[in-house]
């Protein structure tokens, strides 16, 4: 099975551009979540989204957002950006829901390297 | 809120010593809990997860819901486990926290030959 994949790996940006982020889950996947990592917060969530809809939100200002797709591909984007958005954003999928016995254990991208000028 | 606590940001040990990585939660519900690892250039990934109780790489971790605490534990230290390790919460089922995980500061664990 292949794993959650995002697109870019790696972006540089000025202040003030705007940017989108691309992960695309596991198969079979319905739930994507967004992670911040950054050295000083760590890893902080910043949205999830389980078929199409927001289901959890972080604490982070609107210029953040995302959507996802019919397929469970989700983006996530960050308008106006500010050089403390230069962070590496890590996207996980997960089952969405409780089964196979299984709790709503999450997997991991390989993230997207953010840098902002 | 819920919060997770990582006391320890760096954890050394000799290969073959036994090794514990605590963490502590604060969360009044059910909690799920997990304990993710990032080797070096490699991805975060699921280590182990408390409601399967299992052992996975020789790693076991017990929910002590008096103490709040679901510390990692191996007895014998290899210098493969040298890795950053996050520990990681979930609201329980029920909750309306279903994907959102919430990351203790991690521990960087550096087992010497």
């Known amino acids: 099975k292949a794993g959650v994949t995002q697109t870019p790996r790696y972006l540089i940006k000025t202040r003030g551009q705007q940017v989108t982020l691309s992960c695309s889950p596991i198969?079979?996947?319905?739930?994507v979540s967004w992670y911040q990592q950054t050295p000083g917060q760590g890893l902080q969530f910043l949205f999830e989204?389980?078929?199409?809809?927001?289901?959890n939100k972080g604490n982070f200002p609107g210029r953040f957002s995302g959507r996802q797709f019919s397929n469970s591909r989700s983006e996530m984007n960050v308008s106006t950006l500010e050089l403390g958005d230069s962070a590496l954003y890590l996207c996980?999928?997960?089952?969405?829901?409780?089964?196979?016995?299984?709790?709503?254990?999450?997997?991991f991208g390989p993230g997207t390297r953010l840098t902002v000028t | 809120a819920q919060r997770v606590t990582q006391p320890e940001k760096l954890l050394s040990v000799f290969k073959g010593a036994p090794v514990e990585l605590k963490c502590n939660y604060s969360?009044?519900?059910?909690?799920?809990l997990f304990w993710y690892v990032q080797y070096s250039r490699q991805r975060l990934q699921l280590l182990l997860r408390?409601?399967s109780r299992e052992s996975i790489k020789g790693f076991t971790a017990d929910l002590n819901k008096g103490e709040t605490s679901f510390h990692l534990k191996k007895p014998f230290a290899q210098e493969e486990d040298s890795a950053m390790y996050y520990c990681?919460?979930?609201?329980?089922?029920?909750?309306?926290?279903?994907?959102?995980?919430?990351f203790g500061q991690g521990t960087i664990l550096t087992v010497h030959p």
């Open positions: 408390h409601i």
């Open positions: 969360y009044s519900g059910s909690p799920e």
């Open positions: 989204y389980f078929s199409e809809t927001q289901r």
């Open positions: 990681a919460l979930n609201v329980g089922a029920g909750g309306t926290s279903y994907g959102k995980l919430t």
């Open positions: 996980a999928s997960s089952l969405g829901f409780l089964g196979q016995g299984k709790g709503y254990e999450q997997y």
């Open positions: 198969s079979g996947h319905r739930s």
